[in-house]
C-alpha cells in the first residue's frame, strides 16, 4: 500500500503497543491447570485416607497383599496391603488400610478373623467364600480406648458384638463332649450357646461362659441349675436303669440345659456373668442342696460290694443323706479289717416345713441332743440291697429295739453312728451257725452204729430164715388147709351146708308148736290140772 492510500480518509492508522515481560502466555495455563487439580485430588486422598493397622495371625492362609478384603457386615472398609512375617518367625503380620470412616471403630476389643469355609460346632460358615475367595472379617467392639494394632481370631467368634442377651459363667470339672458353639437348651428349647471355654489355672476344672439370648435370659434366676445334656444318659442306679436325652443335635455335638428347681421361691432374674455349677446330669441337678449337712461315719463289718458314693440313706422311704466315701480300716489289736463309710445327713429332710414352705431352724447342739436319744431308742444303720437285678446296695436308718445299747461319741471330728448286720449278712450269719451245729452231730459215730445194727439185723435175718421161717412155712401150710375144707364145708351143696338146713327147718317147725301150746294154755289154763277137753261141737 503507498503513502497516499494511507493518507486517504476512512482508514485508521495503525499504532505499535509495547509487549509486557510479565503477561503470561496462554500455553501456559493448562499445565498449571493441571497441577492444580492433582493437588486437589491429593489432598482429597490424603484427607478420605483411614488409618494403617497391623493384624497377626498364626497363618497367612487365605490372605494375598492387595486383594484381601476386610469387611464389616459385607461392606468393604479396609484392604491388606502386605503379608509377611513376625521378626521370631511365629505369626503372619499383615498390613492393612482401612477407610476414614472405619477409625472410630479401631478400639480395644474391637475383633478380625478370617472368613474361610469351616464346619464346627455342629455350624457351618463362610461357604459364600467358595466362589469369591476369603476375606477377613470384622466386628466392632464397645470399648472406649482407641488401637492399631490386633490379634486375629483362630475361628469367628459365635456372637456379634451387641446381640441381645446376657452371658453367664459355668464352673465344671470337666468340658464333656462341649464345644464352642454348642447349644444351651430351656425346655427343650434351643436359647443360647457356648462362647467360649478354658481350663482353670490350677488344673482343677474348667470355666464355661455361656449366652443366653433375649428374651430367654429373663428365665435364669439365682438358683437355676445347668447340667450336661449331651448325648445319651443311660443312669444305673438303686432305682434301675434311665435313659434320657435332650434333643438330637445334643446327641450328635452335645450341648446344656437349665432349668428353676420346681421348689425354686425366688424369681429374681441373676445378673450377667453370674457363676454356677454344671452338673453331670438333671438328677443331680435337681437334687435338693440343702444348706445343713452333717457329716458321720459308719462302721460296717461285712462286704459293702454294690454300694457307691452318692448311694441315698433311707429313712423309712425317705432319702434323708447319702455315702459320700467309702474306705477300708485296719485295727492292729484285734487284727479285723473294718469299712468305715462317711456319709452326708440332711437334718433338714427330717423337720417339717409350714405353710410357707420354711423350715424352722435347728442348731448343731440341738441336732447333737436328738440324734443322741435317737440312738438310745435303738436307731442304727443297716446295709440293705435296692435292686436284686443290679444287685447295688443302700444304706438304711431305722430303729432297732432288740440291738444292743450304744452312744455317740462327739469328741472326734467325725461321729460314729452304729449299725446292724444287713439282711443278708444276717441269713449268712444263720447259715454259719447251722453248719457250726451240724458240725457238731457226730456223724462218724452214728455211722458206725447204724453199721453194727444193720449187721446184727443182718445175723437176725439169717437165723430167721434157717431156723424159723421152715416152721412158719409149715404152720402156713397147715393153716392153708384148714381155711381150704372150712372153705369146702361151707359150701353151699356141701353135706354139712344141707344138714344144716334141714335141722334150722326142723327148728323153725318146733318154735311153731311151742308157739300153738303157749297160745292154747293162754286160753286154757285148767288144762295144765285136767288135760285137753275135746271141743264142744
Do not use: C
Not at 502386605?82 to 482401612?98: F, I, P
Not at 434323708?320 to 485295727?331: K, N, Y
Request: proline letters at 5%.
Amino acid at each position: 500500500m503507498n503513502r497516499d492510500d494511507q493518507d486517504a480518509p476512512g482508514i485508521p492508522t495503525a499504532v505499535a503497543v509495547s509487549r509486557s515481560k510479565w503477561r503470561m502466555q496462554l500455553v501456559w495455563l493448562v499445565p498449571l491447570v493441571a497441577v492444580l487439580i492433582a493437588g486437589w485430588l491429593a489432598a482429597q486422598s490424603i484427607m478420605q485416607k483411614g488409618p494403617t493397622i497391623t493384624i497377626s495371625f498364626s497363618t497367612g492362609e487365605g490372605i494375598e497383599a492387595g486383594k484381601t478384603k476386610i469387611k464389616f457386615k459385607n461392606v468393604d472398609i479396609g484392604t491388606i496391603k502386605s503379608v509377611e512375617l513376625s521378626d521370631d518367625h511365629k505369626t503372619v503380620l499383615a498390613s492393612a488400610e482401612m477407610s476414614r470412616n472405619a477409625s472410630s471403630m479401631l478400639v480395644d476389643d474391637t475383633r478380625f478373623w478370617v472368613v474361610r469355609p469351616r464346619i464346627s460346632g455342629g455350624t457351618v460358615s463362610g461357604i459364600g467364600t467358595l466362589l469369591s475367595g476369603s476375606h477377613i472379617g470384622m466386628d466392632v467392639g464397645t470399648a472406649q480406648k482407641a488401637r492399631r494394632d490386633f490379634v486375629g481370631l483362630e475361628s469367628p467368634p459365635v456372637l456379634a458384638s451387641g446381640a441381645p442377651g446376657r452371658e453367664f459363667v459355668l464352673k465344671s470339672g470337666n468340658i464333656g463332649s462341649l464345644d464352642i458353639g454348642s447349644p444351651v437348651f430351656f425346655r427343650r428349647l434351643q436359647v443360647g450357646q457356648i462362647v467360649s471355654y478354658a481350663l482353670d489355672p490350677d488344673g482343677t476344672g474348667m470355666t464355661l461362659h455361656v449366652f443366653i439370648n433375649a428374651p430367654y435370659d429373663k428365665y435364669v434366676t439365682n438358683d437355676t441349675r445347668f447340667w450336661h445334656a449331651s448325648g445319651v444318659d443311660v443312669t444305673l442306679d438303686t432305682t434301675g436303669v434311665k435313659v434320657n436325652t435332650e434333643s438330637l443335635v445334643s446327641i450328635l455335638i452335645g450341648g446344656l440345659a437349665f432349668e428353676n428347681p420346681p421348689d425354686t421361691i425366688s424369681k429374681t432374674e441373676a445378673e450377667a456373668r453370674h457363676q454356677y455349677e454344671l452338673f453331670v446330669d438333671r438328677a443331680e441337678a435337681m437334687k435338693q442342696h440343702d444348706a445343713i449337712i452333717d457329716k458321720y461315719v459308719l462302721d460296717f463289718k461285712e462286704s459293702v460290694r454294690g454300694l457307691t458314693v452318692g448311694a441315698p440313706i433311707d429313712f423309712r422311704g425317705i432319702v434323708i443323706g447319702e455315702v459320700s466315701a467309702i474306705r477300708t480300716h485296719f485295727d492292729p489289736a484285734t487284727k479285723e479289717f473294718s469299712i468305715p463309710v462317711e456319709v452326708s445327713i440332711f437334718p433338714e429332710r427330717l423337720v417339717a416345713s409350714d405353710d410357707s414352705g420354711a423350715r424352722s431352724a435347728i442348731t448343731s447342739s440341738e441336732r447333737k441332743a436328738i440324734a443322741e436319744d435317737l440312738v438310745k431308742k435303738g436307731l442304727r444303720a443297716q446295709l440293705r440291697t435296692a435292686s436284686l437285678l443290679t444287685g447295688q446296695l443302700y444304706i438304711a436308718i431305722d430303729f432297732f429295739p432288740a440291738a444292743p445299747k450304744a452312744s455317740v461319741d462327739w469328741s472326734v471330728k467325725t461321729p460314729q453312728l452304729p449299725t446292724v448286720p444287713g439282711n443278708l449278712q444276717g441269713l449268712q450269719d444263720s447259715i454259719t451257725s447251722l453248719v457250726a451245729k451240724l458240725n457238731k452231730i457226730p456223724f462218724e459215730g452214728i455211722s458206725q452204729d447204724l453199721r453194727k445194727t444193720l449187721g446184727d439185723a443182718g445175723t437176725l435175718m439169717n437165723t430167721i430164715n434157717t431156723d424159723v421161717a421152715p416152721e412158719a412155712k409149715a404152720t402156713l401150710t397147715a393153716a392153708r388147709e384148714a381155711l381150704t375144707s372150712a372153705n369146702r364145708a361151707l359150701q353151699s351143696d356141701s353135706p354139712l351146708q344141707q344138714s344144716t338146713a334141714e335141722t334150722m327147718r326142723e327148728l323153725s317147725r318146733t318154735a311153731a308148736s311151742f308157739r300153738s301150746l303157749a297160745e292154747y294154755l293162754e286160753r286154757h289154763p285148767e288144762a295144765l290140772l285136767r288135760g285137753k277137753t275135746e271141743d264142744k261141737q
